[in-house]
T-cell receptor, first 114, second 119 residues
Framework: DQQVKQNSPSLSVQEGRISILNCDYT??????FLWYKKYPAEGPTFLIS?????DKNEDGRFTVFLNKSAKHLSLHIVPSQPGDSAVYFC?????????????FGKGTRLSVIA | EPEVTQTPSHQVTQMGQEVILRCVPI?????FYWYRQILGQKVEFLVS????????KSEIFDDQFSVERPDGSNFTLKIRSTKLEDSAMYFC?????????????????FGPGTRLTVL
């Protein structure tokens, strides 16, 4: 039962270009969404989040867009840098208090080519 | 910057043996979690812990698993009799959730993980 889906297992982008990572979810009760970045041999690192009352959240080079009607969110990284190469996980939660389980997607491996 | 730490980084054990995975959450955090990631699969929730008791647990977290906060800093996951399919990366996470403050966004911060290999 994949409640959170990341359909692209990998993505390659040229340095300086935009990276767009996509995520779909099936549970309409999710109201808080997060993106984590993971390097090999490290734990997931929080990147950016968005609550269901918003449709966009921006933090520097990272922007997350939420389309509730489509149950879709995306992470935009612009400009992409080689250090952004990592696995990106989309995660969702049922509340915005942060103390409920996160449901993760399978991840998308981003490779930024210099 | 405060961080979640986990020990050991890699644990190898024989099937049927007990293992204890240790975590030190961020010091002012009140909620603690264990997740695991089997190789090639997604990160899955195991259990959450608050105020010295389990808040939620997944169906993965069966009777062979237990969690404990033995002192003011450590948070442990015990697997009583390991099985081959328990081989995975186990991640501890913690979040600061001030009691009574609903509607406050919060973030779970993850440790680097313990790779458990069951032979």
């Amino acid at each position: 039962d994949q409640q959170v889906k990341q359909n692209s297992p990998s993505l390659s982008v040229q340095e300086g270009r935009i990276s767009i990572l996509n995520c779909d979810y099936t549970n309409s009760m999710f109201d808080y969404f997060l993106w984590y970045k993971k390097y090999p041999a490290e734990g997931p690192t929080f990147l950016i989040s968005i609550s269901s009352i918003k449709d966009k959240n921006e933090d520097g080079r990272f922007t997350v867009f939420l389309n509730k009607s489509a149950k879709h969110l995306s992470l935009h990284i612009v400009p992409s840098q080689p250090g952004d190469s990592a696995v990106y996980f989309c995660a969702a939660s049922l509340t915005i208090s942060g103390n409920t389980p996160l449901v993760f997607g399978k991840g998308t491996r981003l490779s930024v080519i210099a | 910057e405060p961080e979640v730490t986990q020990t050991p980084s890699h644990q190898v054990t024989q099937m049927g043996q007990e293992v204890i995975l240790r975590c030190v959450p961020i010091s002012n955090h009140l909620y603690f979690y264990w997740y695991r990631q089997i190789l090639g699969q997604k990160v899955e929730f195991l259990v959450s812990f608050y105020n010295n008791e389990i808040s939620e647990k997944s169906e993965i977290f069966d009777d062979q698993f237990s969690v404990e906060r033995p002192d003011g800093s450590n948070f442990t996951l015990k697997i009583r009799s390991t099985k081959l399919e328990d081989s995975a990366m186990y991640f501890c996470a913690s979040s600061e959730a001030p009691p009574g403050t609903s509607g406050v966004t919060d973030t779970q911060y993850f440790g680097p993980g313990t790779r458990l290999t069951v032979l």
